[in-house]
C-alpha cells in the first residue's frame, strides 16, 4: 500500500503540468488529489473512482484541471492547464477504500482517505 506523487515545479501563470501518482494496492478505490498552501488548511482538489472512473472537482479548477488514471499502470494523473499564482501548493495524492458511492461532499474530506502519499510542490509564479 503505497503512494508516490511526482510532477511539480515551478511554471509561469498560463503554463501547465501534470502531477503523476503511482498508488499501488489500489485495485477498488477512490484516489484524490488534496493542496495545501503555507497558513492554509489543506483543501480537496479533485478525486476519482479507480473502478467506474467517476470524478469530481472543486469548483476553482473546473475547466482547468483534469484527473485520470490508467490502471495498467497504477497511476493517476492530474493535468492542470492555464494556471495560476493562486494554484500555488503542495499537492497530495491520497487513497480512500470502501468509500464506493460516496457523493463529493464526502470525498473532499481528507479523513476518508487512510493513505497518503509524499506531497509535490507546484509553484506558478512570473
Known amino acids: 500500500v503505497q503512494l508516490q506523487a511526482s510532477g511539480g515545479g515551478l511554471v509561469q501563470p498560463g503554463e501547465s503540468l501534470r502531477l503523476s501518482c503511482v498508488a499501488s494496492?489500489?485495485?477498488?478505490?477512490?484516489v484524490g488529489w488534496f493542496r495545501q498552501a503555507p497558513g492554509k488548511e489543506r483543501e480537496p482538489i479533485s478525486c476519482?473512482?479507480?473502478?467506474?472512473?467517476?470524478?469530481y472537482y472543486i469548483d476553482t479548477v473546473k475547466g482547468r484541471f483534469t484527473i485520470s488514471r490508467d490502471n495498467a499502470k497504477n497511476t493517476v494523473y492530474l493535468q492542470m492547464h492555464s494556471l495560476k499564482p493562486e494554484d500555488t501548493a503542495v499537492y497530495y495524492c491520497?487513497?480512500?477504500?470502501?468509500?464506493?458511492?460516496?457523493?463529493?461532499?464526502?470525498?473532499?474530506?481528507?479523513?476518508?482517505?487512510?493513505?497518503w502519499g509524499q506531497g509535490t510542490q507546484v509553484t506558478v509564479s512570473s
Open positions: 476519482i473512482s479507480i473502478s467506474d472512473g467517476n470524478t
Open positions: 491520497a487513497a480512500a477504500v470502501d468509500v464506493y458511492g460516496f457523493s463529493w461532499y464526502q470525498l473532499s474530506d481528507p479523513r476518508y482517505y487512510r493513505y
Open positions: 494496492g489500489f485495485t477498488d478505490s477512490t
